[in-house]
């Protein structure tokens, strides 16, 4: 352990970690970034394949990006966004509406995902008391959700490790069964099903839609639930339904927006569009912390009025419409748009696929493997055949996660998930060498663990 290292932990609590597993494997200092690769103190690089907890899209310190932050830092970091505003932030908002969903017409500014999910939630409720709806005061999630660690967005999420602690201050919420397409009740595909998963969603929303404001949920791929994916048809029929009883559909795009699933947004798989939605990190490529919650006009419209009639959204963040991460977030949908990123993703995402077909799914220990654009996910499981789960104390992704680390590639596992969500730079050379890698690493665990 070099100095660094230890006054790191004399003083820095890190975020979602057991602190004493770093007695064992301390946190890698990085000293700079270029590209796809993160080197450390030590001088050692490492592919970074999880786009640095999915928020780098373009490579580290890319120089598009570092000029425009740079050309805002030197005219105005900052100014009050209640009262004023400034060139970027027009511009952004300009331009993000011009690539949402349709129906997406206003944009306000959070500080990051869970400060976006916070706005949604109150957003939808406070639209329904003031269209007289005052029975509306419930949300519906699905199981193994995630939207955030804040009390609201853990209130409705749905993964226990990060929320079953805080049950006694979390708000009411119903939860229903969400799709799990590997381990499918109905014995369907996701490729072909007609999500008949939707009837618990379907059940509840029929029996409850006079208490319900919103149904929150993440499009088409559940992150930290492993990376679960299930059909479009989930979504088309979820507005439905929420459009026939006033409820509203909120899209956790978070995790899932900006081309990660080969669309802009990952709406656009199933033809629909929200009443909310939020997104935050790929929107400053792995800059910035900032996020936007978009709504449709008729949310917009419940809240415009005279001052005293006490409708407006009451809600701010000191840094609400930061310059710098406005310009940042500019310069990201320029780089879309200028250097054709998703047909990059379409050609990309096709040999990644390729790339793990051929080289990991002949293990004996890989389940599944799901893929939707440049997100991948190779599902760890005890036999094949009846899917059974590796024991979640058994920390098999980790340990595959720590022999990775050893030969030069960042794979932060989720549970028994490996998954690959790289930069959209990475090369065919770099993902050769990251699943590769992958598979050198789960051989080697399993060869050493019989």
């Given at each position: 352990?070099?100095?660094?290292?230890?006054?790191?932990?004399?003083?820095?609590?890190?975020?979602?970690?057991?602190?004493?597993?770093?007695?064992?494997?301390?946190?890698?200092?990085?000293?700079?970034?270029?590209?796809?690769?993160?080197?450390?103190?030590?001088?050692?690089?490492?592919?970074?394949?999880?786009?640095?907890?999915?928020?780098?899209?373009?490579?580290?310190?890319?120089?598009?990006?570092?000029?425009?932050?740079?050309?805002?830092?030197?005219?105005?970091?900052?100014?009050?966004?209640?009262?004023?505003?400034?060139?970027?932030?027009?511009?952004?908002?300009?331009?993000?509406?011009?690539?949402?969903?349709?129906?997406?017409?206003?944009?306000?500014?959070?500080?990051?995902?869970?400060?976006?999910?916070?706005?949604?939630?109150?957003?939808?409720?406070?639209?329904?008391?003031?269209?007289?709806?005052?029975?509306?005061?419930?949300?519906?999630?699905?199981?193994?959700?995630?939207?955030?660690?804040?009390?609201?967005?853990?209130?409705?999420?749905?993964?226990?490790?990060?929320?079953?602690?805080?049950?006694?201050?979390l708000i009411e919420t119903i939860?229903?069964?969400?799709?799990?397409?590997?381990?499918?009740?109905?014995?369907?595909?996701?490729?072909?099903?007609?999500?008949?998963?939707?009837?618990?969603?379907?059940?509840?929303?029929?029996?409850?839609?006079?208490?319900?404001?919103?149904?929150?949920?993440?499009?088409?791929?559940?992150?930290?639930?492993?990376?679960?994916?299930?059909?479009?048809?989930?979504?088309?029929?979820?507005?439905?339904?929420?459009?026939?009883?006033?409820?509203?559909?909120?899209?956790?795009?978070?995790?899932?927006?900006?081309?990660?699933?080969?669309?802009?947004?990952?709406?656009?798989?199933?033809?629909?569009?929200?009443?909310?939605?939020?997104?935050?990190?790929?929107?400053?490529?792995?800059?910035?912390?900032?996020?936007?919650?978009?709504?449709?006009?008729?949310?917009?419209?419940?809240?415009?009025?005279d001052y005293e009639t006490m409708?407006?959204?009451?809600?701010?963040?000191?840094?609400?419409?930061?310059?710098?991460?406005?310009?940042?977030?500019?310069?990201?949908?320029?780089?879309?748009?200028?250097?054709?990123?998703?047909?990059?993703?379409?050609?990309?995402?096709?040999?990644?696929?390729?790339?793990?077909?051929?080289?990991?799914?002949?293990?004996?220990?890989?389940?599944?493997?799901?893929?939707?654009?440049?997100?991948?996910?190779?599902?760890?499981?005890?036999?094949?055949?009846?899917?059974?789960?590796?024991?979640?104390?058994?920390?098999?992704?980790?340990?595959?996660?720590?022999?990775?680390?050893?030969?030069?590639?960042?794979?932060?596992?989720?549970?028994?998930?490996?998954?690959?969500?790289?930069?959209?730079?990475?090369?065919?050379?770099?993902?050769?060498?990251?699943?590769?890698?992958?598979?050198?690493?789960?051989?080697?665990?399993?060869?050493?663990?019989?």
């Amino acid at each position: 352990m070099n100095e660094l290292q230890k006054k790191d932990l004399e003083y820095i609590w890190h975020p979602c970690s057991q602190m004493k597993d770093y007695e064992k494997l301390p946190p890698i200092v990085i000293k700079n970034g270029k590209g796809v690769y993160l080197e450390d103190v030590d001088g050692n690089k490492y592919i970074d394949a999880v786009s640095s907890w999915w928020v780098n899209l373009f490579g580290h310190s890319n120089d598009r990006i570092n000029k425009a932050l740079y050309n805002q830092a030197s005219t105005l970091e900052h100014v009050i966004f209640a009262g004023f505003s400034h060139e970027k932030a027009i511009e952004l908002c300009e331009r993000i509406i011009k690539v949402a969903p349709k129906g997406m017409k206003k944009v306000l500014f959070g500080d990051n995902g869970s400060s976006a999910v916070e706005i949604a939630l109150k957003l939808s409720f406070q639209y329904h008391m003031q269209v007289g709806k005052k029975k509306k005061t419930k949300f519906i999630a699905i199981s193994d959700a995630y939207h955030g660690e804040t009390m609201g967005a853990l209130s409705v999420g749905g993964v226990d490790l990060f929320s079953s602690m805080y049950k006694p201050l979390l708000i009411e919420t119903i939860k229903v069964n969400g799709p799990d397409c590997y381990r499918c009740p109905y014995n369907k595909n996701r490729e072909t099903c007609n999500a008949e998963c939707f009837e618990s969603m379907e059940k509840a929303i029929k029996e409850n839609h006079e208490e319900i404001t919103a149904v929150i949920i993440e499009p088409m791929i559940q992150g930290a639930a492993g990376m679960k994916m299930y059909s479009p048809n989930y979504l088309k029929k979820l507005k439905k339904l929420c459009d026939e009883y006033d409820i509203n559909l909120i899209a956790d795009e978070i995790a899932v927006g900006f081309g990660r699933t080969g669309k802009m947004f990952a709406c656009e798989h199933a033809g629909i569009s929200p009443d909310i939605m939020t997104v935050s990190k790929g929107l400053t490529a792995g800059y910035m912390p900032m996020s936007l919650v978009l709504t449709a006009d008729k949310i917009y419209d419940a809240f415009y009025d005279d001052y005293e009639t006490m409708k407006a959204f009451l809600h701010s963040h000191s840094y609400s419409g930061n310059p710098l991460g406005c310009a940042v977030a500019v310069e990201t949908l320029k780089i879309f748009e200028e250097e054709n990123i998703l047909d990059t993703i379409d050609k990309k995402s096709k040999y990644l696929k390729e790339k793990i077909e051929s080289t990991l799914l002949d293990i004996e220990y890989v389940g599944d493997y799901r893929q939707l654009g440049m997100i991948g996910a190779i599902e760890l499981v005890k036999n094949k055949e009846t899917k059974e789960a590796f024991p979640w104390q058994d920390r098999i992704g980790y340990k595959i996660y720590q022999l990775a680390l050893k030969k030069g590639v960042l794979l932060r596992p989720l549970g028994n998930v490996i998954y690959f969500m790289p930069p959209y730079i990475i090369t065919k050379e770099e993902i050769d060498i990251v699943v590769d890698t992958a598979r050198e690493c789960i051989e080697e665990y399993f060869s050493n663990n019989k």
